[in-house]
């Protein structure tokens, strides 16, 4: 073998080896995005940064807008996104994400109504409640009224403070009711100064959040 | 003859690229997995796939893993796997059998202790990350007192380490000046550990007790 020859040979080894450190750097500079669903929405997906202490979008048009379940191909980076339901009772969800090493699911599951619709239901529905909390502790229920009411998600379930009337031996206590079959059951017996998610394992920790911050 | 010898290296080196091409294709977006076994010879599945090999390359997500030796305990767990993650796995060693095999085999016994080791520094880490705000306890003033403890009512799976938060206040103003220090000295969302207040007289509590 001539000296030429090798020198050829060996540049297309080189040239081997440089496309695959090109493509594969190219592969690896992306990232999938499982997108899953059981109902209609439209997302959208934007470039996000850094803002203080919260993620904000980083440019005012998405880099993708998707309407139906799936995986996605996207550039590794920050992103926020926001999807919602064709139907105006529903509200927006928001979000952001740091894609890298693994992928990123986003679940569209049920919505939840806007905070309206749901105002506008309670109306209807707190006097079934009262009666259920009533029910369960008749004679507890003589020291503390019931205040901060609201329902959450797709209204069925309820949240509560019980407002002590002797301030300064009870505690005001918070409460959650779950709508089943049509009626009102207690969620979190007893109330509690604060309702925890480790005790609660079967309620959506947003809710007992919300309830404990109310 | 030197014509022929840098054929063979070209070839060689040409198949050890495309070796290596191949590892990373079949490797892409996939995770480092590292199985810890004792004793040693334990036969190890992945959802029910026999593995031979200490290191694997799983995508990431959540996978069943199950270890099993002869007279031993079989040793199963559910994990989520994601990049450099360390799985232990130690069948329990139950049985006349087990505790021979152990006592003739110095090696593996060494082996059980390492990994046994390994386990409990694993569960230190797991909680230190979790409960990070423990080394700010307790929190001490004339009103209340917060430290922590054993969970009351929290459901917890078996062998899970986890801690509940114990308040201790007289009044219903300390209760409340004990709820604002463990979200603003421990940092912590209240709703995600389980507050007991010891002293609360809740009329409502007696229902579950």
Known sequence: MNRRRFIIIFSCLLFIVIVYSVISAYLNSFQYLVVSSNTQFSLKIYPAEHDADTIKKSQTSPVKSLDKPGKYRLKKGLYFYTYKSPNKEFKPVDGNFDLQAKKYFINIKDFAYTDQKLSDLLVTEQSDINKAIMNKYSQQMNSYEIKNSKLYHKGDWYGATLYSKDRENLDDLKIILKKENNAWVVATNPPDIVLSSPVYTNIPFDILSQVNNN | ?209
Not at chain 2, 49 to 58: A, G, M, N
Not at chain 2, 121 to 149: C, D, H, M, W
């Open chain 2, 1 to 209: 003859m030197r014509k022929k010898i840098i054929y063979i290296l070209v070839v060689l080196v040409s198949l050890y690229l495309l070796y290596l091409g191949i590892i990373a294709i079949s490797r892409h977006s996939k995770a480092k997995v590292e199985l810890f076994v004792a004793p040693s010879k334990s036969t190890v599945e992945i959802n029910g796939k026999k593995i031979t090999s200490s290191t694997v390359y799983l995508k990431p997500g959540e996978y069943t893993f199950k270890a099993s030796f002869d007279g031993f305990d079989d040793y199963i767990t559910k994990e989520k796997v994601s990049q450099n993650t360390e799985i232990i796995l130690t069948p329990s060693a139950n049985s006349y059998k087990a505790t021979k095999y152990l006592l003739n085999n110095p090696d593996e016994q060494r082996l059980f202790n390492d990994v046994g080791g390994k386990a409990v520094n694993q569960a230190i880490t797991t909680s230190e990350k979790k409960y990070g705000f423990l080394s700010k306890l307790p929190i001490e003033n004339r009103y209340f007192t917060v430290n922590s403890g054993a969970p009351v009512f929290a459901k917890t799976k078996p062998g899970e380490f986890s801690i509940a938060l114990y308040v201790d206040a007289d009044s219903t103003g300390g209760r409340i000046e004990a709820l604002k220090s463990i979200k603003s000295e421990l940092g912590i969302d209240p709703t995600s550990v389980e507050i007991y207040f010891r002293n609360s007289p809740n009329s409502f509590r007696e229902r579950v007790e």
